[in-house]
Nanobody, 121 residues
């Protein structure tokens, strides 16, 4: 009923930039918080950034000053602009969103399928 589809991953050299997008579709009443997590090979999934419907954004210390999260509520889309990428940023990046059902008015958390970002020379 609700889908999150990520795009924008790929191979980039250290110091380069990528922009990830995640579009939500389906039965959506409204979207509360949105965010990005990542999981590197052999490591646990970690939070990268979150953005509420209103209010301040939040970032992992490892990406502060390099990554910027934003959203376009007219398109139900969240973005992650990643600059000055490092090899340790290599991971599968997952978007997530707290989506309110238009019929029940309950909020549920949904996840995308992930997009691979590889930072290597």
């Amino acid at each position: 009923q609700v889908q999150l589809v990520e795009s924008g991953g790929g191979l980039v050299q250290p110091g380069g930039s990528l922009r990830l997008s995640c579009a939500a579709s389906g039965k959506i009443g409204s979207i509360e918080a949105m965010g990005w997590d990542r999981q590197a090979p052999g490591k646990q999934r970690e939070l990268v950034a979150t953005i509420p419907s209103t209010g301040s954004t939040n970032y992992a210390d490892s990406v502060k000053g390099r990554f910027t999260i934003s959203r376009d509520n007219t398109k139900n889309t969240v973005y992650l602009q990643m600059n000055y990428l490092k090899p340790e940023d290599t991971a599968v990046y997952y978007c997530n969103a707290d989506i309110v059902s238009p019929s029940t008015l309950w909020s549920n958390n949904f996840w995308g399928q992930g997009t691979l970002v590889t930072v290597s020379s």
